[in-house]
C-alpha cells in the first residue's frame, strides 16, 4: 500500500465512518477510510436492526418536558423516511405491536404512539391503532394471553445493518473513496503542531503505511478516545459504553411479520422481538461494560433477556433454543449526573482539537446520516471548501434498479424465487453481478444445506466486497453465524479452503485463520 495524499482520511469503518466517507467522496473530497478490523465488525453490525426515532426517548421528552429528548425524536423520525429511501432493498417497515396487561395503559400507550405518528407528519409509515386481546392474539398467537387485555400496534423501520455499512462504502468507492479493511491507526503524523495524517499498520500481512491528508476525521465508535488520546494522551474521556446483547430464535417464538415491543423491563427499558431474516431476533440490554474489540454476551444478560421475554410469550424460552447471540458496545459521549448508561440521551458531538482532528462521536444507526453530514460540514469549513450535503436524496449502491426487475433477471438465469429474494435483500440491484461473473454460473453450491449463502457468493464478495477474513463473510455479508452459530461453524472449512484458494493463503495463514474465527464464534461474535 503506497503512501498518498487526500482531502480527508477518515478513521473507523462502521456507520458514522461509512456515512462520512459517502458525505464527502459526492462533495468531490479525495477521500480515503481505514478500519481497523472488517467494515461494521463492531457496534454496526450488532444493533437492534430498527431505524426509529425512539419511543422510549419521546415518552421521557414529554414526561420530564426534556427538549434534547424531543428534538432527538423528531430528527430520528425525518432520518428514518431518507434512510428507507435511499436504501430501499435494505431497508422496510415493520409493525411492532405492544401487549398491554392493564386497562389505563392501553389509552396512555396509544395516546403516546399516535403523538409519535403525529411528529412523523408526512413520513409516517402507518398509523398506530387499538388492538382487541383476541385480535392481537390472531396476528401473534404467542403473546401471553394471561390478564391480556389489549394491544396497540404502531410503524417503525427495519434494515440489515452491516450490510447497510457495506452500499455505503460501496457508494463511497464508486465516487474515488479508497477504502481498507483490517488495517488500524498506529498514530498520528504531526507537522508544526497540526496533524497532516495517520501511520497505519494491516492487521493481515503486518505492511506499514503512512496516509497524508489535510484532515483526518476520528468515526472510530467506542473507540473514538483511543484516537482523541493518540494526539495527547491526557485528555479526559469524551465515550462510556454500555453493552447491547441480542438473541436469535427459531421463528416459532414469533409466528407473524410483525414485531413485538415489550414496553417496560424492571429496570425501565423497552425490549424488542422482531422478524429477522426467517427467525426471532430479540433484544436489547444496556449495561455500562468495558471497552473490547470483541464483547460477548454475559450469562446474566442473556438471562435477563430470557426472563422478560417469557414474562410476554406463551412459549417459553429456554437456553437450548438460542441459535446465536452477540453483543455491541454502544458509544455514549458521556453526561455527568445521570445515572445509568440507559438514561444517555442518544445525541451526538462534533470535536476538533487544537491540532485539527475532527471527532464525531455518540448517535445511533438511524442518525448516521445527519451525524456524517454535521462533521463533513465542519470539515468542510475548516478546510475551506464550499459544498453542500447531496446525501438526503442519494440512493446507495444497490438500490437503483426495481425489485421486480432483479427479480425477473435472476429467475432468467435459473435463481429460486425464495434464493433470489434472499439475494436482493442482501445484494440488491448487484445481484445478477454475483452469477455473471462466476465461473461456472449453473453450479450453486451452498456452504451449508440449511442456509441459502453459496460458493459464488463468497468468491463475489472476496472480489468486490472486500472480504479478507471467514467471519467477514459468514457474520457480515452473509449474515449466516447471525441467525445459526453452529452452522457457521460447520461451514467454516469450506469458507476457509475457498478464501485460501482465491487470497492465496499460506497452510499456516489458512489455519490461523480458521482456528481464530472458530474460537470467535464459539464464544459470542
Known sequence: MPDLSYDLLVIGGGATGAGVALDAALRGLRVALVEQNDFGEGTSSRSTKLVHGGVRYLEAAVKHLDKEQWNLVREGLRERKIFLHNAPHLAHPVELITPIYRWWELPYVYAGLVLYDLLSGRA????????????????????????????????????????????????AQELGAEIYNHREVRGLIMEGGRIIGAKTRSRLDGSESELHARMVLNAAGPFADTIRR?????????????????????????????????????????LFALPYQGYCLAGTTDRPAPLVEHPAPTDEEIDYLIEHLNSYFDLQVRRENILSSFSGLRPLVREPGRDSTADVVREFVTELSTGGLLTIAGGKWTSYRAMAEAAVDRACETLGVRAVCRTHDYPVVGSRIPKQQILEELRKIGIAADYAEYLYAHYGDRSPEIFTAADNPKARARLHPDHPATEEELRYTIRHERVRKPLDFLVRRSNLALVDRRAAIEALPRVCAIMAEALEWSPTSASERGQEARELLEHGI
Open 124 to 171: 409516517t409509515l402507518g398509523h398506530s391503532r387499538i388492538l382487541g386481546a383476541k385480535k392481537a392474539r390472531s396476528i401473534n398467537p404467542d403473546i401471553d394471553p394471561d390478564g391480556l387485555v389489549g394491544a396497540v400496534s404502531y410503524y417503525d423501520g427495519a434494515f440489515n445493518d452491516s450490510r447497510m455499512v457495506i452500499a455505503l462504502l460501496q457508494s
Open 230 to 270: 493518540m494526539e495527547d494522551p491526557d485528555l479526559p474521556p469524551l465515550m462510556e459504553t454500555s453493552s447491547g446483547v441480542h438473541l436469535v430464535l427459531p421463528a416459532r417464538f414469533l409466528p407473524s411479520p410483525d414485531g413485538v415491543l415489550i414496553p417496560r423491563t424492571r429496570d425501565g427499558r423497552v
